[in-house]
């Protein structure tokens, strides 16, 4: 059975940083792709990074390109979400997510093991 924790959400002031953090168990990280997707009220899901199974490629949306850093560390089987010079608009419940191949990068339909999610609350 996959259990997911996610940790590291809260409320932060504008410009300020957060890491989400994301542990499986029951899985194997080192062979899925992992994601972060996001989720404001009233707003579809969106993607906002994803790392291949060795790290060697990265994406980012738009947005979020050079101000939010993914990582892994497959011996913890941990997921990271670095983010930094938060903006109000980056206000969102946040997903992690893994997925072993199909779709592209943002694709939510393709990615499997959900997290529970963790607020993440940007104040202007």
């Known amino acids: 059975q996959v259990q997911v924790v996610e940790s590291g959400g809260g409320l932060v002031q504008a410009g300020g940083s957060v890491r989400l953090s994301c542990t499986y168990s029951?899985?194997?990280?080192?062979?899925?792709?992992m994601g972060w997707f996001r989720q404001a009220p009233g707003k579809e899901r969106e993607g906002v990074s994803c790392i291949t199974l060795n790290s060697r490629i990265t994406y980012y949306a738009d947005s979020m390109k050079g101000r939010f850093t993914i990582s892994r560390d497959n011996a913890k089987n941990t997921l990271y979400l670095q983010m930094n010079s938060l903006k109000p608009e980056d206000t969102a419940m946040y997903y992690c997510?893994?997925?072993?191949?199909?779709?592209?990068?943002?694709?939510?339909?393709?990615?499997?093991?959900w997290g529970q999610g963790t607020q993440v609350t940007v104040s202007s």
């Open positions: 029951g899985l194997t990280l080192s062979a899925y792709t």
């Open positions: 997510a893994a997925k072993k191949y199909g779709g592209t990068w943002s694709d939510d339909r393709a990615f499997g093991y």
